[in-house]
């Protein structure tokens, strides 16, 4: 059993940067893939990035791609986002996500386990 607890959610402006974080509980964190959703209000929840077990690979959806970076410390059993160059339409609720396979991919189906998710705001 894992639980996800996200932090770093806020306020921030067009143009702007906010870096979550998703701190992990559980001995086999290491051993699981990580995702990033997100949900805007009236939207279904869409993928915004993973990173496989060792934090050697990673996938964005296109979106974000050369704003955001997923990145992962298993020693801490942390996984982050960092979103630069921020865009209102990035507003919505972020989850972090783990799944118990060594790679995951896009679909929320995919993942076993989630946090209870953090507002990302930007203004314009």
């Known amino acids: 059993q894992v639980q996800l607890v996200e932090s770093g959610g806020g306020l921030a402006q067009a143009g702007g940067s906010l870096r979550l974080s998703c701190a992990a509980s559980g001995r086999t964190f290491g051993s699981y893939a990580m995702g990033w959703f997100r949900q805007a209000p009236g939207k279904e929840r869409e993928f915004v990035a993973s990173?496989?077990?060792?934090?050697?690979?990673?996938y964005y959806t296109n979106s974000v791609k050369g704003r955001f970076t997923i990145s992962r410390d298993n020693g801490k059993n942390t996984v982050h986002l960092q979103m630069n160059s921020l865009k209102p339409e990035d507003t919505a609720v972020y989850y972090c996500?783990?799944?118990?396979?060594?790679?995951?991919?896009?679909?929320?189906?995919?993942?076993?386990?989630w946090g209870q998710g953090t507002q990302v705001t930007v203004s314009s």
């Open positions: 996500a783990a799944d118990r396979e060594l790679y995951s991919g896009t679909s929320p189906r995919e993942y076993d386990y």
């Open positions: 990173i496989s077990w060792s934090g050697g690979s990673t």
